[in-house]
């Protein structure tokens, strides 16, 4: 299994473009046969998927993502306010985030002015 890590900025404006890193440990990203999404979490509300790659290559995303290492939001909203993860799984991207077994502790994501 690989260790997930997600680092950016606490707090962003809203307008403002979210950049997250997912830093990958214990497995080399293009070797190893997972698939990563990234999957947020608002206040009070359940997990969402927000789009990943699969261990093929492929890629599947939200308009807003370019890649499930790097998450770039453009136009931040106070409703994209939560908790964002990087998950892992073996194989291929799936939309259910139950579906992941590997997971990093997530960041908090604010939008305020």
């Known amino acids: 299994q690989v260790q997930l890590q997600e680092s950016g900025p606490g707090l962003v404006k809203p307008s403002q473009t979210l950049s997250l890193t997912c830093t990958v440990s214990?497995?080399?990203?293009?070797?190893?046969?997972?698939?990563y999404s990234w999957i947020r979490q608002p206040p009070g509300k359940g997990l969402e998927w927000m789009g990943g790659?699969?261990?093929?290559?492929t890629t599947t995303h939200s308009p807003s993502l370019k890649s499930a290492i790097i998450l770039e939001m453009n136009t931040m909203r106070s409703e994209d306010t939560g908790v964002y993860y990087c998950?892992?799984?073996?194989?291929?991207?799936?939309?259910?985030?139950?579906?992941?077994?590997?997971w990093g502790q997530g960041t908090q994501v604010t939008v305020s002015s």
């Open positions: 214990g497995g080399s990203i293009t070797t190893t046969s997972y698939a």
């Open positions: 998950a892992a799984k073996q194989w291929t991207v799936e939309t259910m985030p139950d579906a992941y077994n590997m």
């Open positions: 790659i699969g261990s093929d290559g």
